[in-house]
């Protein structure tokens, strides 16, 4: 169990700008989760996917924010045209059933200038 | 909806004392609930969880929660606490069929004096 990566650690961009971010899950995992968390608040869901379907997606994933998990494997997350509200912790989960707790990844620290 | 209530933002104990934080959910069925604790710039990691069964469920690093369905809570505690324990505290509700789909508290800060 070499547990959840997330790569890279820190991004700091400009606000208009593209940004992408990978995580990759414990390998036995089928499920893959996508969180963002704000200074002061909780991990709040964004997306998740089983295998390489995407079978949920908050509300709060604007049209500028697309998920994928090609092979349901890794995945990747990306920010189109960033603005300063997209400044963030974007954190990334596996788990391995239904009913299994999430495993957590040290996250992606994203500022918007 | 469900939600998470964590009503203390800070806590402050001293070493060797013990500890009981808060969470108060709400949840239209059965829940999946869990504890989970993050240390500053850090992913978090799960110290216990409840699905059914035993009220009074036991984690890793000494902590014990118990599952009050009356009051809807779901109380973290230890009964002496370390200063490595300093961190924050989430408590998190799963959905019945997703458990990883999960809403989370706010966190509770908790401080250790020597």
């Known amino acids: 169990d070499t547990g959840v990566s997330q790569d890279p650690r820190h991004k700091i961009t400009k606000r208009g700008q593209n940004v992408t971010f990978r995580c990759d899950p414990i390998s036995e995992h089928n499920r893959l989760y996508w969180y963002r968390q704000t200074l002061g608040q909780g991990p709040e869901f964004l997306t998740y996917f089983q295998n390489e379907a995407q079978l949920e997606k908050s509300r709060l994933l604007s049209d500028r924010f697309s998920a994928e998990r090609p092979k349901g494997s890794f995945s990747t997350l990306e920010i189109q045209r960033t603005e300063q509200g997209d400044s963030a912790m974007y954190l990334c989960?596996?788990?391995?059933?239904?009913?299994?707790?999430?495993?957590f990844g040290n996250g992606t620290r994203l500022t918007v200038t | 909806a469900q939600s998470v209530t964590q009503p203390d933002i800070h806590i402050t104990v001293s070493e060797g004392a013990s500890l009981e934080l808060r969470c108060n959910y709400s949840y239209g069925a059965t829940p999946y609930l869990f504890w989970y604790v993050q240390s500053p710039g850090q992913g978090l990691q799960l110290l216990l969880k409840?699905?059914?069964?035993?009220?009074l469920v036991q984690g890793i690093k000494g902590f014990e929660a118990e599952f009050k369905r009356s009051q809807s809570s779901f109380n973290l505690r230890k009964p002496s606490v370390h200063w490595s324990d300093a961190a924050e505290y989430f408590c998190a509700v799963g959905e019945w069929t997703n458990a990883g789909k999960s809403t989370f508290g706010d966190g509770t800060t908790l401080t250790v004096k020597p």
């Open positions: 989960a596996s788990s391995g059933t239904a009913n299994s707790p999430l495993h």
């Open positions: 409840y699905f059914s069964g035993d009220t």
